[in-house]
């Protein structure tokens, strides 16, 4: 069995639940982490048993023997630290948002098909037992076709401007944060919209702190989505078919649940908490793919990723949310 050494880029909230993930796997060698900060490289480093601790990127970007990069930055920073990792030929592994615009998001692409290396979004939905068996049943027939979907995710984090969720050089706001669950299950599930409306409120910080979305289809299909820091909304995504409903919802505890009502029929329910918070699925694909000599995923392939990263384009551009200098 082929083990690959990880390397994971900061030391903060999500890398510490992503190694816990980590250390679920057999192939997975914790190696290396990287932060900006020595002592929180090291003190990091001895917590979760790595072998390396780096006070730069840079320098776990150089490490000959790291194979693969997970990417736990603020949005506003993927760009560079995918194409640094990127041009020293590491697998890639970066959290949503990819990037802060589709155009930055086709660049990290195409370096990495001139790098020949492996690249793939850490977009924890499609991953989830339940959320591939929402797909499978749609794809079934059973509910017949998929009328309306209406998703959300609000969760009420304390108003601070120099977190990277109120910081808007950071790239700050909902959208980015939690909204794009919703707008990728809408993509997911419904496609490519033919018009999207956005109506946005802001922060005094100037992020936008709640949004609501409509996705209009031509052929009658609509979608819609509501992301905030403000609502206590919580996580789910509604699917009304011809047949009955479909409803996927996630709790703050990463359980998530898949209720199948259809008409005239019993409904019936299935939930699971994974281990590992469900993190391990997509550190598990990364290896499969580098065993099997691909550069993308089937699951998350890079098409899908640039998709999201337009249609949040395009919802920034209807709400009037601007990320000075990089739209
Ligand atoms: N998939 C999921 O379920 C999930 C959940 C939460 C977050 N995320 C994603 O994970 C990423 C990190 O989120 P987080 O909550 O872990 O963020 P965080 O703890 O606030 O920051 C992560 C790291 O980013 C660096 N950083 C923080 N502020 C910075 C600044 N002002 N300038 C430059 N670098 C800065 C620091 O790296 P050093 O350690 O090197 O100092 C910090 O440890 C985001 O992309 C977020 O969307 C994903």
């Known amino acids: 069995m082929k083990k690959y050494k990880w390397g994971i880029l900061t030391a903060g909230k999500m890398s510490a639940k992503f190694v816990k993930a980590l250390r679920l796997l057999d192939k997975a060698e914790l190696y290396a982490v990287a932060a900006r900060d020595e002592a929180r490289a090291k003190a990091f480093a001895g917590e979760y048993g790595f072998r390396k601790f780096y006070s730069d990127y840079e320098s776990l970007a150089k490490d000959p023997d790291v194979d693969i990069i997970y990417i736990a930055s603020p949005h506003s920073h ?20 990819f ?6 998001a086709e660049q990290i692409i195409d370096e990495a098909h001139r790098q020949k290396t492996f690249l793939m979004e850490a977009l924890w939905p499609p991953f989830q037992p339940m ?8 794809k079934s027939g059973e509910p017949g076709k998929l009328l309306h979907l209406d998703a959300r995710f ?11 969720k109120f910081n808007i050089s950071l790239g700050g706001g909902s959208l980015l944060d939690i909204g794009i669950y919703p707008v990728n299950d809408v993509l997911y599930f419904m496609g490519m919209p033919d018009s999207v409306t956005a ?10 702190h709640t949004i609501n979305i409509i996705f209009e289809y031509k052929d009658g299909r609509m979608a819609t989505v509501h992301s905030s820091f403000r609502t206590m909304a919580g996580i789910g995504c509604t699917l009304y078919c011809e047949k009955g409903n479909l409803v996927f919802s996630r709790a ?6 898949l209720g199948v009502a259809m008409n005239g029929m019993e409904a019936r329910e299935e939930s699971l908490i994974p281990d590992g918070m469900g993190y391990h699925f997509e550190a598990a694909e990364v290896m499969k793919c580098l065993d099997e000599g691909r550069i993308e995923s089937v699951i998350v392939p890079h098409s899908h990723t640039l998709n999201l990263m337009k249609l949040l384009d ?4 209807s709400a009037g949310i601007v990320f000075p200098g990089r739209d």
Not at 252 to 257: T, V
């Open 99 to 104: 990037s802060l615009n589709s155009r930055e």
């Open 131 to 138: 959320y591939r068996k929402t797909l499978a049943i749609l």
């Open 314 to 317: 395009i919802v920034r551009k």
């Open 78 to 97: 993927h760009f560079d630290h995918a194409m640094l990792c990127l041009r020293n030929r590491k697998a890639v592994l970066c959290e949503k948002a």
């Open 154 to 164: 609000g969760f009420q984090p304390p108003y601070d401007p120099a977190d990277r």
């Open 199 to 208: 109506k946005a409120l802001f922060t005094e910080s100037g992020t936008e």
């Open 252 to 257: 703050r505890d990463m359980s998530q649940r």
